[in-house]
């Protein structure tokens, strides 16, 4: 994999991180890892397949386009990886090397506890007793970190969760059970509390590696605002920056079908803009020289320079962003399910085991019998299958919605999606696809031959409409025609030689909205329209909602026109013309009427209002911003991923319930024979296996959910 | 009884073993592409001439 090492000692090579969402399997790594080390220049390329990133080694003189270009070339759309965009440290890696101590000291001292149990007596049981103690202590110390540090966060905050219950019968247990092999006792807990943190551990892990993975898939989609576009030099080169190299008044250059890096001005050429990703609006923008553009929007027409007038932090997103710091209280103040249980449950077992104690003392059994019986309740009250019963399910149910394309940012988002009563659903980008299509009716009309001719001439450019036409046709099943002297004149279109005669794609002289002809020397010209369409099964999903008991209505940033047209299309109510603060007050407005609201949206502009809702989503086409304030991400066209995720998550929810059914069930059997002073350590072991294992099996059943 | 003395401190040592080969693994990066290291031994090498 390594590419042969160029001996060029004046220039130390640099490291690059490209993003390539494209990549799923091993044939893909091969074909980035080759096309790159074969680029004069790479001394090394790494793929990560989990990231879907690949980490090139280079010379600094090689620059970023030239290895988009390498992987263009072999069929992966990439981008270079920014700093802001580097994914947060993993959540699991520090859980792993206390889950790996657990273990090895768990199933060692479990080895040695079943040899007490069947009946090992005298100085071996001290022997065995006194081994336990010199693996289960210091293991029992560094595994139980996570719970000791979180208890004691919560503690110093005044408050309490989940762990402060185990840190206290992690720590009593510890504690007795050294006290009962230093004076020759009949029992030790080590098993039990080993096994214990393994299972909450377990637990643990599986909740971050769930997270993390999301991450990952989010961070691979994190690529749609530009990083970075080529600069006019003084001296009329062109050289190509990254986004948080640009400052004001520097020149870019903009291709057509590009996004824009920075705001700026027009300073030469004209061309129309997309803006629909920061303000919701659809219909394309003309700007031709001395008119203002925005950073994130596409340049849909002609290669144009922009001047710089604002760049990074200081672009139209400020405002924006301070309106998405602000929202979010809703989002905060939820309490998760596993937190609100331990709030009832911590109380209770402690109490339990005070008056465990306290009935002891009465009954005359002396203050150590007392001890020992009330650790004894703490111990077997500890809540090992309520530790595993949330993450399990959700675990379950995230790795099934991943599979059908819907990625979960954590189990939380899981949690409030499943009580939402209202959708808020964006027009462009959410409701719709967000790009031109091509008129199916004109497309059906175009005879095989002119088809195919479109095909050819579409298929030699990257303008978007031209790929949108491409992917159109190929759906057809048509095939390309022969074309020779194809040429492109940006701005213009397509010309090329079809059998002798002269064809071409090109821009209309008059046209409304977004259209292209089709002119094939000897034939009527034909105009091909282009619009935004509605996601092919928009109706059933709203429909499916519906059933849900969920109501959707459209509230949509662009003109009301145009909301007009796709509420009738799909029999919802709408409000137009939504400013990013409108659409935040409209969420306020229906929480304080006590609903919990669900945020469909994709844009710039969703961003705040995608921040306050009780729970969102936006499909994977999203803007950086709305990608990373939703919960949810689903990819492909299908809207079926609301209706989906809903129903995952009230299933995951009702499975959750059951869970804690189960695992407080348990203890209503076991707590009374543990206050009785009849359980022993066998017991213990026994019952807390049997309970997680019903809860884990129990979760396995969402496999399936949503299939 | 003996026998004792000898295997419990194998059985240990077996153990610590394996948790020393994790942590081995573990700092050296071996857990951090699962996805492609399960892909990577599929690829092709026979092609790649250099």
Excluded at chain 1, 113 to 134: D, P, Q
Aim: aromatic letters at 4%; hydrophobic letters at 50%; a negative charge.
């Amino acid at each position: 994999m390594t590419a042969t090492a160029r001996l060029q000692p004046d220039a130390a090579p640099v490291t690059t991180v490209m993003v390539v969402p494209g990549m799923h399997c091993a044939g893909c790594m091969a074909k980035v890892e080759r096309a790159l080390a074969a680029l004069d220049g790479v001394e090394e390329a790494r793929v990560n397949l989990t990231a879907r990133q690949v980490r090139v080694e280079h010379d600094p003189a090689l620059e970023v386009p030239a290895l988009v270009d390498a992987l263009s070339a072999v069929g992966f759309a990439s981008q270079p990886r920014g700093e802001e965009v580097a994914p947060p440290p993993s959540a699991v890696k520090p859980l792993l090397p206390a889950l790996a101590v657990a273990g090895f000291a768990c199933m060692n001292v479990m080895l040695l506890s079943v040899s007490i149990w069947s009946g090992a007596e005298g100085a071996t049981k001290e022997l065995f007793h006194w081994l336990s103690a010199a693996i289960g202590v210091p293991a029992i110390i560094y595994s139980g970190m996570p719970f000791f540090r979180s208890a004691w966060s919560a503690l110093s905050k005044r408050t309490t969760n989940m762990d402060v219950p185990i840190s206290i019968g992690v720590t009593l247990a510890t504690a007795l059970s050294l006290y009962e092999t230093m004076n020759h006792g009949q029992d030790a807990w080590f098993d039990g509390t080993l096994m214990l943190l393994l299972f909450l551990l377990a637990g643990r892990a599986l909740d971050a590696a769930m997270r993390d993975r999301a991450r990952a898939g989010v961070d691979a989609l994190l690529r749609q605002a530009a990083p970075g576009a080529m600069v006019v030099a003084k001296e009329g080169g062109l050289q190509w920056l990254p986004s948080t190299d640009l400052v004001p008044g520097m020149v870019m250059r903009v291709a057509a079908g590009e996004r824009l890096a920075a705001d700026g001005e027009v300073v030469s050429g004209a061309s129309r803009f997309d803006q629909s990703l920061l303000t919701g609006e659809s219909a394309p923008i003309a700007a031709a020289s001395g008119d203002p553009v925005l950073a994130g929007t596409l340049n849909l027409e002609n290669p144009v320079d922009v001047r710089v007038t604002a760049a990074g932090s200081g672009t139209t997103l400020a405002e924006i962003a301070r309106l998405m710091e602000a929202s979010g209280q809703v989002r905060s103040a939820y309490v998760r399910i596993a937190d609100r249980a331990s709030r009832l449950y911590a109380p209770a077992v402690h109490s339990l085991a005070a008056l465990t104690f306290a009935g002891w003392m009465l009954a005359g059994a002396g203050v150590y019998q007392s001890l020992v019986y009330a650790i004894a309740v703490l111990i077997i009250t500890c809540p090992c299958a309520l530790g595993l019963a949330v993450p399990v399910a959700q675990v379950v149910a995230c790795s099934a919605l991943m599979k059908r394309g819907v990625m979960v940012k954590d189990g939380a988002a899981l949690e409030r999606i499943a009580d939402i009563d209202r959708a808020l659903l964006d027009k462009t980008g959410t409701l719709t696809l967000g790009r031109p299509l091509p008129d199916p009716v004109t497309l059906d009309a175009l005879p095989a031959d002119a088809a195919a001719v479109a095909l050819g001439l579409a298929s030699h450019s990257r303008h978007p409409l031209s790929r949108a036409l491409v992917e159109a046709l190929a759906a057809r099943g048509i095939k390309p025609a022969e074309l020779t002297e194809v040429g492109e004149e940006a701005g213009q279109g397509l010309s090329a030689l079809w059998q002798g005669r002269k064809v071409a794609l090109r821009r209309p002289d008059s046209a409304s909205g977004i259209a292209t002809t089709l002119d094939i020397e000897g034939q009527p010209v034909w105009l091909i329209p282009f619009a935004d369409r509605l996601r092919p099964d928009a109706a059933a999903a709203l429909d499916k909602l519906r059933r849900l008991g969920i109501e959707p209505s459209i509230l949509s940033g662009d003109n009301p026109g145009a909301v007009a047209e796709v509420a009738r299309e799909t029999g919802l109510t709408g409000q137009g013309n939504a400013s990013p603060q409108d659409k935040q007050e409209a969420i306020a407005r229906l929480q304080g009427a006590g609903h919990k609201v669900l945020m469909a949206g994709d844009g710039l502009n969703d961003g705040p209002a995608l921040a306050a809702a009780n729970a969102s989503i936006a499909p994977g086409t999203a803007s950086d911003v709305g990608r990373q304030a939703a919960d949810l991400v689903f990819l492909g066209d299908s809207l079926e991923a609301l209706p989906l995720a809903v129903r995952t998550a009230r299933s995951t929810m009702r499975v959750v319930k059951q869970n804690f059914v189960m695992a407080i069930g348990y203890n209503l059997l076991a707590v009374p024979l543990a206050m009785a002073g009849l359980v022993t350590p066998l017991i213990a072991a026994v019952a807390m296996s049997t309970s997680s294992l019903l809860v884990i099996g129990n979760s396995l059943r969402l496999a399936g959910v949503g299939r | 009884m003996t026998g004792l003395a000898v295997l419990i401190p194998v059985a240990l040592g077996l153990g610590l073993l394996g948790l020393v080969a994790f942590f081995w693994a573990l700092k050296r990066g071996q857990f951090e592409d699962l996805d492609g290291a399960a892909a990577r031994i599929l690829i092709d090498e026979e092609d790649e001439v250099e």
